[in-house]
């Protein structure tokens, strides 16, 4: 059984000895996991390790005791990013809460033409800022030791021309059927992925994309839906190229 586990956005230094949790991860442990004092819980800060120890109860505070620390390989060999149009709040918090789930290392949010939802400015920060705390939920349950980075373009093109990948696809129903890239295979290292909005991206936009090396790829026979898109390709490769077994 896995142990409860707390992330804490501390440098590396900061865990050893006692360290006191945060009031919203005390009250967690405490009200909601009911935990007892000495139950052995693991703390993280999302950048690779993975620190462990007894928690202990006052009533103002709760704190671990550092005994060990780690560094699991829980992160897949395969560098995913998902490069995601605009869509609604729902869909889009849907979409890396289940991308951190499936090993995406990076979320890269742009507009693009058919784009219903549009953010700038103090709202796309405090949109950004509500996405991070999801991937750290996300990543604190599913056992991951690393956040995935969110971040935003002010456009398609500008994100287009900035991939430095070695391998990007954008998914577009139009495409081409026919076999996988040759080079997605086990041991390529990274790929990105771009999904468009809720009516995909418009033809100008996948010529764009082209130009600046993404190959136009067709998932499968079945039209999906925006946030569907990307987690069924981040399955897809983790099964071709990364730590999904292949049979």
Known sequence: ????????????????????????????????????SGEIVDVFNGRGRLWRGPIGFSNESAWVDINEVEAPQTESPLRITLLQSFVSPEKTEWIVEKGVEAGMHEFVFAPAARSVTKLSGERLEKRLQRLRDIARAAAEQCGRNV??????????SAAFSDS?????????????????????RP???????AIGPEGGFNAEEIAAAESFGWRAQLLGPRVLRTETAGLAAAVWLQTL???????
Do not use: C, Q, W
């Not at 804490?8 to 000895?17: K, R, T, V």
């Not at 956040?147 to 398609?156: D, F, K, Q």
């Not at 430095?164 to 997605?184: I, S, W």
């Open 1 to 36: 059984m896995a142990n409860p586990r707390f992330f804490i956005d501390e440098p590396d230094e900061f865990f050893s000895g006692r360290i006191l949790l945060p009031a919203n991860a005390a009250k967690h442990a405490g009200r909601s996991l009911r935990l007892a």
């Open 147 to 156: 956040v995935p980075a969110i971040r935003a373009y002010p456009s398609l």
């Open 164 to 184: 430095t990948a070695e391998l990007k696809l954008v998914l577009a129903p139009g495409a081409n059927a026919g076999t996988p890239p040759e080079r997605l």
């Open 187 to 193: 041991g390529l290292a990274s790929v990105a992925v």
């Open 241 to 247: 190229a990364g730590d999904y077994p292949r049979r």
